[in-house]
């Protein structure tokens, strides 16, 4: 049921994306109300904030522009500090747009990693042969948009070791992650290639449990939580821009730390 | 009696001095107006994970919800960046700070707090900041630095990770952040209290003099 929902028909997710653009989400029209109750503020600013689609088209805009300052900005040789095992964060915190019970349950022998896109290998993997892989272990902190923090001890091989297997192109732009909880997002080739963005088997020395991304999660500590995906279906190499689903409703996509 | 009044009709009208300079005053406009929409957005984003146990009414919020919030906040922090930078760059090369800020002794900032609070402080020359307004002035400037700095340590820890360390860590860094916001937050309140109370200092920050 799971693996069929990952993937939905190309020109849906075009829709979908559109649709909750316009469509009057609760939250957005919170934002709508809020940037039109803002007469006040047009006599700072000078600018028509009074109409709250306007108001949220030039946030969109700028927005984009500082995914592009963060390209500039990302040097990928700068690595997020590591800590010592004193440090971690017990229990971690568990975090998604649903309760922990939601969490999906993926069955470790039927799982296959899907690969999809620029890659000359797309053969699945099967959980067994993901084990199997070369492993390094992290004790970084994880930064939600939220403001919290929370330090976590990640195993799993180093994503760019994963990619140069598959024979993905390293020269494509993006690599979208489809999830098992019909999660999506996006990162940019150069934080893929990142020498600490690990695609993770483990947590904690124990086998990454499922409020934490079981059984495949990617842990990206240039980036924010939110762009850290959890329960990994599907890996797609691409120049197409995906988004994600947060990014949908603002949240900024780059969201490098 | 009309005699004397002829003959002041026929002194030549001097203007009043200029107080503050156009740069002045636009920038101190621009960077109140992106000061306020970083602190209203910024205590939005605060109610997502409150830093202290209370959450600010929403009143007071701009965004709506976090992901509106830290649009708002990312916009407004390249409006302040521009303008407050050239009106620092300003204060500083043109001696406008060393002119108006300095010197600050402690014995004349308790006098004219005295002086203030009995109602008989003069602003009779608006170019000549008392002493308790130089204190808050170059306070509000330097607590502007450390919310700039702590933000862009939370903002990117990783790529300043340097500035990160140096305020502790990302938690610490976010606390500083919420406390520099607070002192510019009492700043604006005390300021605009006192701007209302002597309007004729609020229309030379519009007017010029």
């Not at chain 1, 709508?32 to 709250?52: H, N, R």
């Not at chain 2, 000549?128 to 204190?135: E, F, G, P």
């Not at chain 2, 209302?196 to 920050?205: E, I, K, N, T």
Request: charge should be positive.
């Amino acid at each position: 049921m799971l693996r069929k929902s990952r993937r939905m028909h190309p020109d849906t997710g075009a829709i979908m994306k559109e649709a909750a653009r316009r469509v009057d989400l609760p939250t957005r029209r919170m934002f709508m109300q809020q940037a039109a109750g803002l007469g006040s503020l047009t006599l700072l600013s000078g600018c028509d904030v009074v109409d709250g689609v306007s108001a949220e088209k030039m946030l969109g805009s700028v927005s984009d522009f500082n995914d592009r300052v963060q390209v500039w900005l990302f040097d990928k040789n700068k690595l997020a500090r590591e800590y010592p095992e004193s440090a971690i964060t017990r229990p971690f915190p568990f975090n998604a747009f649903y309760p922990v019970d939601k969490a999906p349950q993926v069955n470790a022998v039927e799982y296959r990693l899907d690969i999809s896109g620029l890659a000359e290998n797309k053969e699945p993997w099967t959980l067994e042969r993901l084990h199997g892989l070369p492993r390094f272990t992290q004790i970084t902190r994880h930064i939600c948009i939220e403001g919290w923090s929370a330090i976590g001890k990640w195993s799993g091989v180093r994503f760019s070791e994963f990619l140069t297997r598959i024979g993905a192109d390293l020269s494509a732009k993006y690599v979208t992650f489809r999830c098992d909880d019909n999660y999506i997002t996006s990162i940019d080739m150069a934080t893929a290639l990142h020498p600490q963005t690990q695609l993770t088997l483990w947590f904690d020395d124990e086998l990454l449990p499922r409020q934490y991304g079981f059984p495949v999660k990617l842990r990206v500590p240039t980036k924010l939580g939110f762009k850290n995906p959890k329960h990994i279906g599907e890996i797609e190499i691409g120049n197409d821009f995906n988004g994600g689903y947060w990014e949908t409703y603002g949240y900024n996509w780059f969201s490098g730390l | 009696m009309t005699v004397s009044a002829s003959n002041v009709a026929l002194v030549p009208m001097r203007p009043a001095p200029l107080v503050h300079p156009l740069i002045v005053r636009l920038t101190h406009w621009i960077n109140a107006a992106a000061i306020i929409v970083m602190i209203m957005s910024g205590l939005e984003i605060h109610n997502a994970y409150p830093t202290l146990p209370f959450k600010v009414p929403e009143i007071v919020t701009l965004g709506g919800w976090l992901g509106g919030a830290t649009q708002w906040h990312f916009a407004a922090m390249w409006v302040l960046m521009t303008s407050g930078s050239i009106y620092v760059a300003h204060g500083l090369l043109s001696g406008r700070f060393r002119r108006k800020l300095w010197p600050i002794s402690p014995r004349a900032v308790i006098t004219d707090m005295v002086a203030a609070f009995s109602g008989r402080l003069s602003h009779q020359d608006l170019s000549v900041y008392n002493a308790v307004q130089r204190l808050l002035y170059s306070g509000v400037i330097l607590a502007g630095f450390a919310a700039v700095l702590s933000g862009l340590a939370i903002w990117k820890p990783v790529q300043f990770r340097l500035l990160c360390s140096l305020f502790g860590d990302f938690d610490q860094a976010r606390l500083i952040h919420f406390m520099a916001m607070s002192a510019v937050l009492s700043f604006l309140i005390v300021h605009v209290v006192m701007a209302l109370l002597v309007p004729r200092s609020l229309l030379a920050m519009v007017r010029g003099r």
